[in-house]
């Protein structure tokens, strides 16, 4: 006996709702024919995906992955729907795209909608480590997040490699030369940085790690506007990708050079998923954007911010 797709939709339902009376009103269904689905999807697993507590349930410990996989193949099934029952692709669908800096997607993002109007796109901001677990997840299709190196779980694909750049209050002293160093300039500094989940604060503390630093953060921050308002104040000078932050009257931004630091900026999506109709699109505006594919789009504006290596 084989999973049915019916108890595939009740468990991911339930798995969202975390009630057998919402799961079933959002099915069409019944409640007890919820409750019969999911009874019969544990005993084929010969285990518990949900851990009940009166009238709400969570998905268990360890279930998490199951959940993304059943996720995937709902998708990949609703994708065959769409394909047999539109008259052309991309004609109606959504798309969920996460991103940790929108400065740096907006560009390909702005080029998808024009083309694209008909596509419902879900965003999501938020540091990088969490992202890429909302893409294992299922909850998102895309997300764009820097990281050092590719990760092996997902399907990556770097669309720009930048330098870290540090900034802060107009006129600060060490923000003054062509570049700054870690040792001798930034060591010293009270510093504004990203909470742990960012890509970008985990390549700035590896390297103060191998230099033997011990960075000064007066203040954790989740947003790049508190970030921004933070350094500017004068609290503590900032971290960011280039491109992320540009110099203006407020506050001025140095490359980080002795080590110059450098992270990807990767699209990411799981392997199952790159060949969604909306998922591989996004990648080839993305692609011709970013002169994945043969150089800067001519005429656009674009800067290829990997000559900054």
């Not at 993304?68 to 959504?94: P, Q």
């Not at 001519?298 to 911010?305: L, T, Y």
């Amino acid at each position: 006996m084989s999973v049915t797709l019916a108890q595939m939709k009740a468990v991911e339902a339930l798995s969202r709702t975390g009630k057998f009376s919402a799961a079933a009103e959002e099915l069409g269904i019944s409640q007890p024919t919820v409750s019969s689905q999911v009874q019969a999807f544990e005993q084929l697993c010969k285990r518990r995906i949900f851990q009940r507590k009166g009238h709400t349930v969570k998905v268990a410990a360890g279930a998490q992955e199951l959940i993304a996989k059943i996720r995937v193949t709902l998708k990949c099934l609703a994708d065959v729907n769409e394909a047999l029952y539109s008259e052309a692709r991309m004609e109606r669908g959504t798309l969920g795209v996460g991103f940790s800096a929108h400065r740096l997607i907006m560009p390909a993002l702005t080029a998808f909608v024009r083309r694209y109007p008909a596509i419902h796109i879900n965003t999501q901001g938020g540091p990088s480590l969490s992202l890429l677990g909302d893409v294992l997840n299922g909850d998102l299709d895309l997300a764009a997040v820097s990281m050092p190196l590719a990760d092996e779980r997902l399907f990556c694909e770097e669309i720009l490699r930048s330098r870290i750049v540090i900034y802060g209050p107009k006129g600060h002293p060490a923000l003054q030369g062509s570049a700054l160093t870690l040792q001798q300039q930034l060591a010293p500094e009270k510093l504004v940085l990203w909470n742990r989940m960012s890509g970008t604060r985990s390549t700035l503390d590896l390297a103060a790690r191998q230099a033997g630093v011990t960075l000064n953060c007066v203040l954790e921050v989740a947003t790049l506007d508190v970030a921004y308002a933070s350094a500017a104040a004068g609290i503590g000078l900032g971290c960011a990708i280039e491109g992320e932050v540009q110099a203006d009257s407020n506050i001025d931004v140095v490359p980080l050079a002795d080590p110059e630091l450098s992270i990807g900026h990767y699209l990411v999506c799981l392997p199952e998923c790159r060949e969604h109709a909306a998922v591989e699109a996004f990648f080839g505006i993305a692609r011709a954007h970013y002169g994945l594919a043969g150089g800067p789009v001519p005429g656009d504006g674009s800067i290829d911010h990997r000559q900054n290596l």
